[in-house]
């Protein structure tokens, strides 16, 4: 393996949502010299699906949009100015007879190594699955949407939602405030979600049609009227709308390390989830993981429990570098590294 020092870095995070976020932080912390690989073209992670999503659950900060917490993330991550590279899916890696690792990615790029931390959550970059009708590209920048970036452009309007799970729904509840009426459709005939949203959304005014599709999309520069197929009746008909709001489930990229030849094995759950403990350990010497992607006794599928497999596995990470390290970082409150950066925030007015 031929490379510089200048290439060798102390630990490489492959993705870059919370969990991702969270562990450049922490290295930061720990003073290692950090770079992020992220398959997406931006930060985040996952987090994009629902921009205007409220949040509550992340331990010490008032409930926030989705999109605010991205925000949050993205500066705290890059805190310590970590390399991040954009559009990247690593593919490979391997380990060296010196102990560091290559990482390839499906472009052909190296990376170096001393350390590897996999926080991909549900495994690489999420796209919705488009509306497969005629014109439906055509409409995607006007009032066709595939989320909700902000409430506001549903405000008195009618609204068409297409899609029968628990976000389909939850976007039923949480416009029916705003907007002059909604339906909601779906092929099937029982749609999926906690039997308490669909009451809400019930006694919230949303008209129901199950077993219904779109079948057409009309109007000149903005959808006006839908065409519907109910495929029970074997029926057409139409229905006038202001917006019409898409939810058929995600395209997700296989997890990594689909291809054949690889060097470094990682011992999958249910051929998916990273086996690991709780200390962030995988079942090869120095990779780590963090976030949804792994799975052990305990473990809580939540944004605030990534952040706990970041801090583990960056201290695995510290520690399988430098054996006689600190178990941990020192507590940021106390943290001379912080120091500069903490005057900025106390004292920002009179500097």
Same mark, same amino acid.
């Given at each position: 393996?031929?490379?510089?020092?200048?290439?060798?870095?102390?630990?490489?995070?492959?993705?870059?949502?919370?969990?991702?976020?969270?562990?450049?932080?922490?290295?930061?912390?720990?003073?290692?010299?950090?770079?992020?690989?992220?398959? $997406?073209?931006? #930060?985040?992670?996952?987090?994009?699906?629902?921009?205007?999503? !409220?949040?509550?659950?992340?331990?010490? !900060?008032?409930?926030?949009?989705?999109?605010e917490?991205?925000?949050?993330s993205?500066?705290q991550? #890059? =805190?310590? /100015?970590?390399?991040? &590279?954009?559009?990247?899916? +690593?593919t490979?890696i391997?380990?060296?007879? $010196?102990?560091?690792?290559?990482?390839?990615?499906? =472009?052909?790029?190296?990376?170096?190594?001393?350390?590897?931390?996999?926080?991909?959550?549900?495994?690489?970059?999420?796209?919705? !699955?488009?509306?497969e009708?005629?014109?439906?590209?055509?409409f995607? $920048?006007? /009032?066709?949407?595939?989320? &909700?970036?902000?409430?506001?452009?549903?405000?008195?309007?009618?609204?068409?939602?297409s899609?029968?799970?628990?976000t389909?729904?939850?976007?039923?509840?949480?416009?029916?405030?705003?907007?002059?009426?909604?339906?909601?459709?779906?092929?099937?005939?029982? !749609?999926?979600?906690?039997e308490? /949203?669909? =009451?809400k #959304?019930?006694?919230?005014?949303?008209?129901?049609?199950? /077993?219904?599709?779109i079948?057409?999309?009309?109007?000149?520069?903005?959808? =006006?009227?839908?065409?519907?197929?109910?495929?029970?009746?074997?029926?057409?008909?139409?229905?006038?709308?202001?917006?019409?709001? &898409?939810?058929?489930?995600?395209?997700?990229?296989?997890?990594?390390?689909?291809?054949e030849?690889?060097? +470094?094995?990682?011992?999958? &759950?249910?051929?998916?989830?990273?086996?690991?403990?709780?200390?962030?350990?995988?079942?090869?010497?120095?990779?780590?993981?963090?976030?949804?992607?792994?799975?052990?006794?305990?473990? +809580?599928?939540l944004?605030?429990?990534?952040?706990?497999?970041?801090t583990?596995?960056?201290?695995?990470?510290?520690?399988?570098?430098?054996?006689?390290?600190?178990?941990?970082?020192? +507590?940021?409150?106390?943290n001379?590294?912080?120091?500069?950066?903490?005057?900025?925030?106390l004292?920002?007015?009179?500097?």
């Amino acid at each position: 393996m031929s490379r510089s020092q200048e290439e060798l870095y102390d630990i490489t995070i492959i993705g870059g949502g919370p969990a991702g976020l969270f562990a450049a932080f922490y290295a930061g912390l720990r003073e290692m010299k950090t770079k992020i690989i992220e398959a $997406d073209s931006k #930060l985040g992670g996952k987090v994009h699906v629902y921009p205007q999503k !409220m949040i509550w659950d992340v331990g010490g !900060m008032p409930p926030l949009t989705g999109r605010e917490l991205i925000e949050q993330s993205i500066e705290q991550g #890059l =805190t310590f /100015n970590p390399t991040v &590279v954009l559009d990247q899916v +690593v593919t490979n890696i391997e380990k060296d007879e $010196d102990g560091s690792f290559l990482l390839t990615t499906a =472009t052909g790029s190296t990376h170096y190594s001393k350390t590897v931390i996999i926080a991909i959550g549900m495994g690489g970059v999420i796209s919705h !699955m488009k509306l497969e009708v005629p014109r439906a590209s055509e409409f995607e $920048d006007k /009032n066709l949407y595939y989320k &909700v970036l902000d409430v506001n452009d549903f405000r008195g309007k009618s609204l068409l939602i297409s899609g029968g799970g628990p976000t389909s729904i939850d976007w039923g509840n949480d416009l029916s405030p705003i907007a002059k009426s909604i339906t909601l459709i779906y092929r099937g005939d029982q !749609m999926r979600g906690l039997e308490a /949203n669909r =009451t809400k #959304l019930i006694n919230n005014g949303v008209e129901i049609l199950y /077993n219904t599709e779109i079948r057409e999309l009309r109007g000149k520069d903005h959808i =006006t009227e839908v065409a519907l197929y109910n495929n029970k009746k074997d029926e057409v008909f139409q229905i006038e709308t202001d917006a019409v709001l &898409v939810n058929h489930g995600y395209h997700k990229d296989n997890l990594l390390f689909s291809g054949e030849g690889k060097k +470094v094995e990682l011992e999958l &759950v249910d051929n998916f989830f990273i086996k690991s403990s709780s200390m962030g350990h995988s079942d090869v010497p120095g990779v780590y993981g963090a976030g949804d992607c792994v799975l052990y006794d305990g473990k +809580v599928q939540l944004i605030a429990g990534a952040y706990q497999d970041a801090t583990n596995a960056v201290n695995c990470a510290k520690l399988y570098i430098e054996p006689d390290a600190g178990k941990t970082a020192l +507590v940021s409150s106390h943290n001379d590294i912080l120091d500069e950066r903490n005057k900025k925030y106390l004292y920002e007015e009179k500097i």
